[in-house]
């Protein structure tokens, strides 16, 4: 049921931005499909609004309609105001929803966008000392389940909610690693290997072909 909080929102912001009825249309349906298939949407959709309040004060036309070209001045504008890393969240955030909007993964209009890829500046180091790593993993070495767990964390880095959401069948046990498909949250559906042995995969030197050839068929 969609929250009372964020239908205010939304109303407010077609109201302020100056929303087309057909632009209009179209976000009402993006709000019913995440409703049907997500369980808490809101924070999705809160950035999605705000992200495309942009794009339609600049541009009045319906979405369908919008060209790379009709793009290329707010995009140059965010190019200029906005770190890097904000730039890459909202460039993959509008290609999604068009690609979304036009049912075309390959929506020739975002295939022109840039968004490039970003790494955190944070490390794994920034947050735990090497000692603190060993003290947790020797914690959990006598239950299999916790050891994969905080490795899981330790590699990988999910978000709680996608933690929280995995189930069993998101699980899948392999000669030398467990793959782990972690369910659809902000991103898309991914594969993530942990290869299985008894000393910190963290130190392991061929951890990263190990890696490449546990994405290998």
């Known amino acids: 049921m969609e ?3 964020l239908r205010r929102r939304v109303e407010y912001s077609y109201k302020k931005y100056g929303w087309t ?3 209009k249309k179209v976000f009402e349906r993006f709000i019913g499909e995440r409703y049907a298939n997500y369980k808490n949407p809101e924070n999705t959709l ?3 609004l705000d992200l495309l309040n942009q794009v339609v004060l600049e541009i009045k036309k319906p979405f369908s309609e919008i060209t790379y070209d009709d793009l290329v001045p707010l995009l140059t504008k965010w190019q200029r ?3 890097k890393s904000t730039l890459h969240g909202r460039k993959c955030k509008l290609k999604a929803f068009f690609r979304w909007e036009s049912g075309d993964k390959n929506d020739s209009r975002v ?3 840039r968004s490039g890829g970003y790494v955190s500046p944070v490390t794994i180091h920034d947050l735990l000392t090497d000692e ?4 947790l993993r020797k914690a959990a070495k006598d239950n299999s389940r916790d050891l994969a767990m905080l490795d899981f964390h330790l590699l990988w880095g999910p978000r709680p909610s996608e933690s929280a959401g995995l189930k069993v069948q998101d699980v899948e046990l392999r000669d030398q690693y467990i793959v782990i498909y972690i369910p659809q949250k902000k991103t898309i559906p991914r594969p993530v ?3 299985l042995g008894s000393e910190s995969i963290i130190r392991d030197p061929t951890f990263l072909d190990s890696v490449l050839n546990a994405y290998t068929p």
């Open 132 to 135: 603190e790593i060993v003290r």
């Open 21 to 23: 009825e057909e632009q």
């Open 81 to 83: 105001d906005y770190a």
């Open 193 to 195: 290997p942990i290869p």
């Open 46 to 48: 809160r950035s999605y």
């Open 111 to 113: 295939d022109k966008i």
């Open 3 to 5: 929250s009372e909080e």
